[in-house]
């Protein structure tokens, strides 16, 4: 009996610390910081316990995830030791994700690349419910202006005003100045590697 609960233990443990994420962050990179939390938010809603760092941790047992921007000081410091060929990373917005020694090193070519290289890791975590043991891609968007159009008109004429003469106020357009829908509206754009956003108000 004590050799079998000693095997649960060390069962216990084991998937205990295969459940630990440590990311590691720059906690100036907005976008990057941006990107970090998504995939806490999605780790932990999948039963992991998350960490942030702005350090690769020595001899760490949690899975580690390294976010940050091609050439920067803080990626520098931290893939230094990592033998990653970032030769081809090259387009704006860009990404490549790879792994080396249980760590998965996002890079990102600018600030948008690293944000959206995080988000590829999320979406990954949201689909199968695990961190993926090892991953290696790279992938840059094909399209430089991604973005949605709305429309700031109205089926009626407003009283004393011309055609498509419609101005921005909160009696005309009262959600245009719903802060909590305009965050969740451009949060979804970010999911949707979105990058800009047009107003409509004629022709």
Known sequence: MKYLSLLFLGLWVAFASAQNITIVRDANAVRAN???????????????AVTFSEKVPKNSKNRVIVIGEKGSDFWKQNSKKANIDDSQLTKKEGFQISTQKDIIFVEGFDASG???????IADKIKESGKLPAEINENDSPEMVLRGTCIGMQKTTYLEGR??????????????????????????????????????????
């Open 114 to 120: 690293a944000l959206y290289g995080a988000l590829e």
């Open 162 to 203: 011309g055609v498509y003469e419609y101005p921005y106020t909160p009696e005309s357009f009262p959600w245009f100045y719903d802060k909590a829908l305009w965050t969740k509206y451009l949060d979804m754009m970010v999911e949707n590697r979105m990058n800009s956003l047009y107003l409509w108000n004629g022709h």
């Open 34 to 48: 941006f990107g970090a939390e998504k995939i806490a938010e999605i780790a932990t809603q999948k039963g992991f």
